[in-house]
């Protein structure tokens, strides 16, 4: 096995050595050691995380490029899982102002549930969003939600009404928001025969 060796204090250069590093075989180690590093509060590597997103932001990181060193990031940011790490993620989204990969949405949107701080509020509002690449990560992100039952009777409702009306002509979503909405559909077919039963009783 290749050894690990220290990364370089300076952003931009650790930058440079994750690049050369990740498409090697020492990445699952590198990145299972920034994890360990960023979830300790280590200032050099959350100095790095900063700097990697301000490069994915400017567009000198790309998804087609740099698909492992960023989703890596991701899966960083989502395991030590604070409310740091949720900000950095839902800004780096909120941020963005060039298309990145429908797969590097839907990373981001599936790990979103992990965190034990959302703000489903927010969600919506990116949904809403008139910017496509920002309304989707929104809407993927509230569906997955939904599929992992952590939405509210309320917020269900809100998403089936919103979800009823909603147009992307850039990504294609057609498919997980008709699944959804018949996720939506049978909950509250069910809800309904609760009732049902409920009174019958």
Same mark, same amino acid.
């Given at each position: 096995?290749? +050894?690990?060796? *220290?990364?370089?204090? *300076?952003?931009?250069? #650790?930058?440079?050595?994750? +690049?050369?590093?990740?498409?090697?075989? @020492?990445?699952?180690?590198?990145?299972? !050691?920034?994890? +360990?590093? #960023? #979830?300790?509060?280590?200032?050099?590597?959350?100095?790095?995380?900063?700097?990697?997103?301000?490069?994915?932001?400017? %567009?000198?990181?790309?998804? %087609?490029?740099?698909?492992?060193?960023?989703?890596?990031?991701?899966?960083?940011?989502?395991? @030590? %899982?604070?409310? +740091?790490?949720?900000?950095?993620?839902?800004?780096?989204?909120?941020?963005? !102002?060039?298309?990145?990969?429908? %797969?590097?949405?839907?990373?981001? *949107?599936?790990?979103?549930?992990?965190?034990? &701080?959302?703000?489903?509020?927010?969600?919506?509002?990116?949904?809403?969003?008139?910017?496509?690449?920002?309304?989707?990560?929104?809407?993927?992100?509230?569906?997955?939600?939904?599929?992992?039952?952590?939405?509210?009777?309320?917020?269900?409702?809100?998403?089936?009404?919103?979800?009823?009306?909603?147009?992307?002509?850039?990504?294609?979503?057609?498919?997980?928001? &008709?699944?959804?909405? &018949?996720?939506?559909?049978?909950?509250?077919?069910?809800?309904?025969?609760?009732?049902?039963?409920?009174?019958?009783?």
């Amino acid at each position: 096995m290749q +050894k690990l060796g *220290s990364l370089p204090n *300076s952003p931009l250069e #650790a930058i440079d050595q994750l +690049k050369t590093e990740m498409d090697q075989p @020492v990445w699952e180690n590198r990145l299972l !050691d920034l994890m +360990k590093l #960023a #979830a300790n509060n280590d200032k050099n590597v959350w100095a790095m995380i900063y700097q990697i997103i301000r490069e994915a932001d400017s %567009g000198r990181l790309s998804w %087609g490029y740099h698909k492992v060193l960023l989703s890596g990031m991701v899966y960083l940011l989502a395991y @030590v %899982g604070d409310s +740091k790490s949720y900000r950095v993620l839902v800004n780096y989204v909120k941020s963005l !102002d060039r298309t990145i990969p429908i %797969g590097a949405m839907e990373l981001i *949107s599936d790990l979103l549930p992990t965190f034990p &701080e959302l703000d489903i509020r927010e969600l919506f509002s990116i949904a809403s969003n008139t910017d496509e690449l920002k309304s989707a990560f929104g809407v993927l992100a509230l569906c997955k939600l939904n599929m992992e039952n952590r939405l509210s009777e309320e917020e269900k409702s809100s998403l089936k009404t919103f979800l009823t009306e909603y147009k992307n002509l850039k990504y294609y979503l057609n498919d997980t928001i &008709e699944l959804t909405l &018949e996720q939506l559909n049978e909950t509250d077919s069910s809800d309904m025969l609760s009732e049902l039963d409920g009174i019958m009783l």
